[in-house]
């Protein structure tokens, strides 16, 4: 599953249409602001001129009078820049409408930071191997402005706890948003706890939506997935016997990593070993995690192992899920 050249050529043409879709917004703008602005026009012409004379003196022999010249220049053009921000303020346009505009203002569109992959260029590369550009329509649907604590139940009271269903998924609700906010520096992890339907899958929605947001790099697999694409691209590399992969290579390094409902695949020794090679590599770089399961945190150690379970029970925070299937209760409040 590593990036072929044509992946890699569709990747850069993305980027490419993107530079091209800034270039015409700043042109049209630019050729606005010069009709209707005849002050702007007289300045922008007045800076050409000052830029066009740096440059002549940059290729002449450096003498002492060429130095002074050169930083008068520089003052002259830095006055003028401050000069047409006034103008455009003055004329009713923000102080930055010539500015460039970028999808991406960390690499500028490009892909890179000097010779690095930017993080939009690394996701990028995750939506375009794994499958996973579907997941941008379902966080349209499912982020923290669509989240509806009202079907939860005030009266439902989970014995452990002692909260109600209501009050315990405000509680993860207020805590997924602490994560957020605190993202990456907490370098936390999040263990999502709770029978199916609850909402579990949606919170992880919504943290992924708001980290995408700020540009962080996010890869979510069900646990079946993460444990196929181990098997046939990670594994083997690991072990001196595969070629590099970039999605086996991301489930390590990517800012975020959601594994959705652990326990749904076949446990073997595989799968196992899997889990603490994905658990224990991530905590060592420091990327966080989270796993959703329908198994309790005992449940865990029967099924992965105590290793797998200490892990889980020391460096991950718990978050607990209980109450009815939120499936059912939408059925029946849209009756």
């Known amino acids: 599953m590593a990036l072929s050249n044509s992946q890699y050529s569709k990747i850069m043409r993305d980027y490419e249409e993107k530079q091209n879709s800034a270039r015409l917004l700043h042109d049209s703008r630019l050729s606005e602001v ?25 290729l002449l022999d450096s003498t002492g009078d060429s130095d002074r010249t050169l ?78 604590s009202d079907l939860y139940s005030r009266t439902d009271i989970d014995p452990v706890s002692n909260c109600s269903s209501y009050d315990l998924m405000n509680i993860n609700l207020t805590r997924a948003k602490e994560f957020v906010a605190g993202f990456p520096a907490s370098k936390e992890n999040l263990f999502f706890s709770g029978t199916a339907g609850l909402g579990k899958t949606f919170l992880s929605h919504c943290i992924a939506d708001e980290l995408l947001k700020k540009g962080y790099t996010v890869l979510y697999l069900s646990a079946p997935e993460l444990f196929d694409i181990m098997r046939k691209d990670y594994i083997p590399k690991k072990e001196g016997e595969g070629e590099s992969s970039e999605l086996g290579d991301y489930i390590m390094t990517c800012d975020l990593l959601i594994i959705d409902d652990l326990g749904s695949e076949h446990a073997t020794e595989f799968t196992v070993s ?34 797998n379970f200490s892990r889980i029970a020391g460096l991950y925070t718990l978050y607990r899920f209980y109450g009815k299937d939120l499936r059912f209760v939408q059925k029946l409040t849209a009756v």
């Open 34 to 58: 010069l009709r209707r602005v005849p002050e702007y026009k007289a300045l922008d012409n007045e800076a050409i001129d000052a830029s066009m004379e740096y440059a002549r003196m940059t």
């Open 71 to 148: 930083e008068a220049l520089r003052d002259k053009v830095t006055r003028i820049a401050d000069r047409k921000k006034q103008v455009l303020l003055k004329n009713g346009y923000p102080a930055d409408y010539l500015e460039p505009v970028y999808s991406c203002p960390d690499c500028k569109d490009t892909g890179y930071i000097g010779t690095q992959k930017c993080h939009c260029f690394k996701q990028a590369i995750v939506d375009l191997l794994y499958s996973q550009s579907n997941i941008k329509e379902v966080l349209k649907k499912e982020n923290f402005s669509t989240f509806r």
């Open 274 to 307: 899997c889990l603490n090679i994905c658990i224990n590599e991530r905590i060592l770089a420091g990327h966080s995690t989270i796993i959703s399961s329908n198994l309790m945190p005992y449940e865990i150690n029967e099924t992965y192992g105590e290793r």
